[in-house]
């Protein structure tokens, strides 16, 4: 298990960018949040190591089909055993 913190630059707000980071992390299996911060979007991903890397590359390459990934900065947390879902806040 591993816990990810990932700060999305680019045309990442206003695309639903958020609402199909959600999806793909029901897809992976992966639970945490996602919200607009600013002018990135902020996300807190958690899985297990293979499914947690094939979401933040799907989410890289841009998670929704208006936006358009500049840059991530990718940040290694400790897991959070509370977290349970993911969600958009």
Known sequence: MERKHLKVYGTVQGVGFRYYTQ???KKYGVVGTVQNVQDYVEIYAQGDAETLNQFVEAVS?????????EDVDIEALEVDESLKKFKTI
């Open 23 to 25: 999806k793909l992390a």
């Open 61 to 69: 390459q841009g998670a929704s089909p208006a936006s358009k990934v």
